[in-house]
């Protein structure tokens, strides 16, 4: 699913203003055996939804400063995640820049906190229905681009994270992307 969601268009509505993006960049995260993943641990209140129907949204809050978000992708009852690392801002560019304090179009949203934060997403859009499109964030079809302009490569970020967890090669990316995350 990481690599599905590549080109489909992320949006968010936000006190009557439509912000949206495409998404450039994507890491997956599979099951309680992945000892990357936050259901490594089982079924808690914060990874509940992980647990839940496909197609919601799994947010939570990190380094005690950051807010991530993530697309929960396989049948009720199996946890997994598609972490949405980065996105190309393409509706909503002044308030996204207004959210994330002037910053530069390429460094508005090529992290997952900095589209989190472009995007005013915090806990109150955790088990959000992302396929409805009535809802305040959802997914739309975008860009479908084709497989010669995508990479995949090791996740990232995920410090002492044991092998082979930790090589997985389960993040995909838009190659020569000016959006992705650094």
Not at 133 to 159: D, M, Q, T
Request: with cysteine; net charge positive; charged share 20%.
């Amino acid at each position: 699913m990481a690599r599905e969601l590549l080109g489909c268009r992320l949006v968010r509505q936000l006190n009557g203003d439509r912000l949206a993006g495409i998404v450039v960049e994507a890491e997956a995260y599979i099951g309680e055996q992945d000892q990357a993943c936050h259901a490594k641990v089982g079924k808690t209140p914060r990874t509940q939804v992980m647990y839940g129907l496909a197609g919601f949204s799994y947010v939570y809050f990190t380094y005690g400063m950051h807010w991530m978000l993530n697309v929960v992708t396989e049948t009720e009852g199996f946890p997994a995640a598609v972490l949405i690392r980065a996105i190309q801002p393409v509706e909503g560019i002044d308030v996204m820049q207004q959210l994330r304090g002037g910053k530069n179009l390429g460094n508005l949203c090529n992290g997952p906190a900095k589209l989190t934060q472009a995007m005013g997403i915090a806990r109150g859009q955790n088990s959000l229905d992302l396929c409805r499109p009535s809802s305040e964030l959802c997914i739309e079809p975008g860009i479908n681009f084709s497989r010669n302009v995508i990479a995949c490569s090791p996740r990232i970020g995920l410090g002492e994270t044991p092998e082979p967890w930790r090589s997985k090669p389960w993040r995909y990316l838009v190659k020569d992307s000016p959006f992705v995350s650094k």
